[in-house]
């Protein structure tokens, strides 16, 4: 089992930055594919970026250039830091721990609203 919490959502203005956390405890964190994902009401859930455990990063299109994904296994920690947001970045984002075949982990989830 992997245990995820995320922290650091809010509100924010268009154009601003927020850094969203996630910390994992549990099972060997460097072994997990990190990501991501949110989720905006009466949408699907969405692919933001993944990590691999060699370090191998993923964005969205939308996101590139304005996030950046980064992974610190010595301290079992995941981060976003999104700049130049917009008020279509609105959503619940996720961190989500994935290894082959069936290990598939969420975290709980952190709201994020931009609005003037």
């Known amino acids: 089992q992997v245990q995820l919490v995320e922290s650091g959502g809010g509100l924010v203005q268009p154009g601003g930055s927020l850094r969203l956390s996630c910390a994992a405890s549990g099972r060997i964190f460097s072994i997990y594919v990190m990501g991501w994902y949110r989720q905006a009401p009466g949408a699907q859930r969405e692919l933001v970026a993944s990590v691999t455990t060699g370090g191998i990063t993923n964005y969205a299109d939308s996101v590139k250039g304005r996030f950046t994904i980064s992974r610190d296994n010595a301290k079992n920690t995941l981060t976003l830091q999104m700049n130049s947001l917009k008020p279509e970045d609105t959503a619940v984002y996720y961190c989500?721990?994935?290894?082959?075949?069936?290990?598939?982990?969420w975290g709980q989830g952190t709201q994020v609203t931009v609005s003037s």
């Open positions: 989500n721990a994935y290894r082959f075949p069936n290990h598939n982990f």
